[in-house]
């Protein structure tokens, strides 16, 4: 089966721009999360969404949005990009909100 | 809210040997605690959990940790490592029933396997 899986996997920006990042769970997964990633950092919660909708958020600004769609995909969306946005985008899915995540490889954004 | 302290950012070790890596948490609330590794230029997978029950739990590939509810620790060992264990390890964890807080990481601690 296929895991999660995550476009693209490089993407170099502009600050000022906006950038859009797509994820797809594994089948049968219902929960998708976001997480960034900075160089020689843990991972830090962006946003968990289930069933479409949004169950959890972290410390984030409002530049970060996220949606689910109904086959469970997700799109992450990080407006007026700053150069501390640089960062792994990494994706994670789950059965529902309380499952153990599955991670795919994530999108390296660069910010310049 | 909680939080995740790996008190080594680099453990080097000769191949063969075993190894300690380190994880002190904080929370008000009960948790469930998670190793994950990352390799080069690849995502994060998970390598064991606490949930409930014994508090030594195992992975496949000879890795184990122990939950320490009054130490609030959770350090990740193995007898004998090699080679192809040399990676970023991450400790996490969650609260109980929060699984929409997501997870908090710590900073990481990068295994170095010395031939």
């Known amino acids: 089966d296929a895991g999660v899986t995550q476009s693209p996997t490089h993407l170099i920006k502009t600050r000022g721009q906006q950038v859009t990042l797509r994820c797809s769970p594994i089948s049968g997964h219902k929960s998708v999360s976001w997480y960034q990633q900075v160089l020689g950092q843990g991972p830090q919660f962006i946003f968990q969404?289930?069933?479409?909708?949004?169950?959890g958020r972290g410390n984030f600004p409002d530049r970060f949005s996220a949606r689910q769609f109904p086959n469970y995909s997700s799109e992450l969306n990080v407006n007026a990009l700053l150069l501390g946005d640089s960062a792994l985008y990494l994706c994670?899915?789950?059965?529902?909100?309380?499952?153990?995540?599955?991670f795919g490889n994530g999108t390296r954004l660069t910010v310049t | 809210a909680q939080s995740v302290t790996q008190l080594d950012s680099q453990v080097p070790v000769f191949e063969e040997a075993p190894v300690e890596l380190r994880c002190n948490y904080s929370?008000?609330?009960?948790?469930?605690l998670f190793w994950y590794v990352q390799y080069p230029n690849q995502g994060l997978q998970l390598l064991l959990k606490?949930?409930?029950?014994?508090?030594l739990v195992e992975s496949i590939n000879g890795f184990e940790a122990e939950f320490n509810k009054s130490q609030t620790s959770f350090h990740l060992r193995k007898p004998s490592v090699h080679i192809s264990d040399t990676a970023e390890y991450f400790c996490?964890?969650?609260?109980?029933?929060?699984?929409?807080?997501?997870?908090?990481f710590g900073k990481g601690t990068h295994l170095i396997i010395q031939p």
């Open positions: 996490a964890v969650t609260p109980v029933g929060g699984g929409a807080d997501g997870l908090t």
């Open positions: 994670a899915s789950s059965w529902d909100s309380d499952s153990p995540l599955h």
């Open positions: 929370s008000s609330v009960s948790v469930y």
């Open positions: 606490y949930l409930s029950g014994s508090t």
């Open positions: 969404y289930y069933e479409k909708e949004e169950r």
